[in-house]
Nanobody, 125 residues
């Protein structure tokens, strides 16, 4: 069992920055894939970043070059640094985890079993 809790959501103006954090507890050994997803009102959940077990991250096209995801396994945290925020970044942001020992980490939300409660980001124009 893995428990996740996001924090850091806020209201910011376009062009601003925010840093989201996700605390991980429970089964915290490092053989887990981590990811950030977001969901805007009326839209499907969208992948933001996938963070491999070795720390490498891949990003959704809409956030490439603006968002940076990182994990600190000894501290059991996952961060998402967001810069140059746009109104279209407005969404509830979720961290997710999946226990996987081998292979690449999945990209689809349906492949992650553990989720936080989400944190709201609102970007005004």
């Amino acid at each position: 069992q893995v428990r996740l809790a996001e924090s850091g959501g806020d209201s910011v103006q376009a062009g601003g920055s925010l840093r989201l954090s996700c605390g991980v507890s429970g089964n915290t050994y490092a053989s887990r894939c981590m990811a950030w997803f977001r969901q805007a009102p009326g839209k499907e959940r969208e992948g933001v970043a996938v963070i491999e077990r070795d720390g490498r991250a891949t990003y959704g096209d809409s956030v490439k070059g603006r968002f940076t995801a990182s994990r600190d396994d000894p501290k059991n945290t996952l961060d998402l640094q967001m810069t140059n925020l746009k109104p279209e970044d407005t969404a509830i942001y979720y961290c997710a985890a999946e226990i996987r020992v081998y292979g690449r980490c999945p990209e689809g939300a349906h492949e992650y079993h553990y989720w936080g409660q989400g944190t709201q980001v609102f970007v005004s124009s």
